[in-house]
């Protein structure tokens, strides 16, 4: 489940969970067939592979779950994450390795610029998908 959190695969992992998952629920649910929506969710959670397929977008919700946290907050470890990253680049360049994270250059980095894209790009359709809302993921 920890390798869930690696961001390399993200769009993988949202992407297999959306056509496995959630789009088959979402479809029963627009028909309105709530019990055989709640009989698919019964019937998913029997196959292991599904069951794990849920758990790895359950952790990755968690963990990348920071802008849906209080204002204050969500600022705060925003602050902190973006220091760590930083740092990492700092250290990259100090030693010339390759900078893994160009754009977390402290000197031309905006964090609420970078923040407003990953909120766009990663956190609404992640948490679109984990809702089961298949209209908004066109």
């Known amino acids: 489940m920890v390798l869930a959190t690696e961001m390399t695969n993200h769009s993988e992992h949202v992407n297999e969970f959306v056509n496995s998952i959630n789009t088959t629920l979402a479809t029963l649910e627009e028909n309105g067939e ?11 959670l029997r196959i292991p592979e599904k069951r794990t397929l849920m758990k790895r977008m359950l952790i990755k919700c ?68 984990w809702n089961g809302k298949k209209s908004f993921l066109k």
């Open 62 to 129: 968690a963990d990348l779950s920071n802008p849906c946290r209080p204002l204050q907050y969500c600022i705060e470890w925003t602050a902190r994450i973006s220091e760590e990253y930083f740092s990492q680049t700092d250290e990259e360049k100090q030693r010339h390795l390759p900078v893994e994270m160009p754009r977390f250059d402290r000197n031309t980095c905006s964090i609420p610029k970078s923040q407003i894209s990953f909120i766009r790009q990663i956190i609404k359709y992640m948490f679109v998908a």
């Open 34 to 44: 709530t019990d055989e929506r709640l009989e698919a969710i019964n019937n998913m």
